[in-house]
């Protein structure tokens, strides 16, 4: 039903989930997973703060994903993870064209501290510009 999935990871706990009911389609519709990791590159400036900061975020970024691909290998899932630098919405829906994704599946929150809307604005982003079908895992 599906073949390639996309999981947007953002190292959130709905992200977690997200990434869990990915691994239980794939294993029941014999799918390879498509994992992104976008690091925002929404900090101005080039200053040795900025960098640090952008060099922590990829490190965390690439923890999360390995144990992703650990999960992973652990249920005979085909994977590949990859870790961006951009505007996250706008790379997870590019990625899921230019790698015919047939599904997105990813969290209705991120790690945003502002928790009184439903769904996060990536996630509304992704759902409104999406050329498959989104899957937004609570
Ligand atoms: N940088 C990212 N890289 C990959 N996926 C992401 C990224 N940011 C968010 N996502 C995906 O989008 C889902 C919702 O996160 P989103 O960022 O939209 O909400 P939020 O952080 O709660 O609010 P906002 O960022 O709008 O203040 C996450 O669970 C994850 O699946
Ligand atoms: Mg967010």
Redesign the pocket.
């Known amino acids: 039903m599906f073949s390639k999935i996309l999981v947007?990871?953002?190292g959130?706990r709905?992200?977690k989930r997200?990434f869990a009911r990915a691994i239980y389609l794939a294993s029941k519709c014999d799918s390879r997973l498509e994992l992104?990791?976008?690091?925002?590159c929404e900090f101005g400036g080039d200053s040795a703060n900025t960098f640090d900061l952008v060099e922590g975020l990829k490190a965390k970024a690439k923890e999360t994903l390995e144990q992703c691909e650990r999960i992973a290998a652990k249920n005979n899932i085909p994977i590949r993870a990859l870790s961006e630098l951009g505007d996250?919405a706008k790379i997870?829906i590019e990625h899921a064209i230019s790698n015919d994704c047939d599904l997105i599946v990813?969290?209705?929150?991120?790690?945003?501290a502002?928790?009184e809307?439903l769904?996060?604005?990536?996630?509304?982003k992704?759902a409104h510009h999406a050329k498959c079908p989104v899957m937004v895992v609570r």
């Open positions: 947007a990871i953002d959130s709905a992200a997200a992104v990791h976008v690091v925002p996250p997870i990813m969290g209705s929150r991120g790690r945003s502002f928790k809307l769904l996060g604005s990536v996630t509304l992704v």
